[in-house]
């Protein structure tokens, strides 16, 4: 079992930064693929960001690459989200989850846990 909590949203104008952190409890954490997944309102939840156990291996959407960058620390339980250049389109609920898997993917459905999310809204 994996429990998750996000932090660090908010409101932010456009082209700032915001740092989001997941904590995650449970003793296998090292274990888990975990990935950020963003859902705006009356749009369909979509894949952000995903790291391998190790933090070697990353996979990013498009519409956020080479602005977000996702990182690790398995001593601490910690997933982190890193954004800049924040645009508007990027408001949304940003959750965390955690896959039982070696393998990095996009589908959220092959998500095993999730946090309750995290409010970022940029203005323009």
């Known amino acids: 079992q994996v429990q998750l909590v996000e932090s660090g949203g908010g409101l932010v104008q456009a082209g700032g930064s915001l740092r989001l952190s997941c904590a995650a409890s449970g003793r296998t954490f090292s274990r888990y693929t975990m990935g950020w997944f963003r859902q705006a309102p009356g749009k369909e939840r979509e894949f952000v960001a995903a790291i391998s156990w190790s933090g070697a291996s990353t996979d990013y959407a498009d519409s956020v690459k080479d602005r977000f960058t996702i990182s690790r620390d398995n001593a601490k339980k910690m997933v982190y989200l890193h954004m800049n250049s924040l645009k508007p389109e990027d408001t949304a609920v940003y959750s965390c989850?955690?896959?039982?898997?070696?393998?990095?993917?996009?589908?959220?459905?092959?998500?095993?846990?999730w946090g309750q999310g995290t409010q970022v809204t940029v203005s323009s």
């Open positions: 989850a955690a896959r039982a898997s070696w393998t990095i993917v996009t589908d959220a459905s092959e998500y095993n846990y």
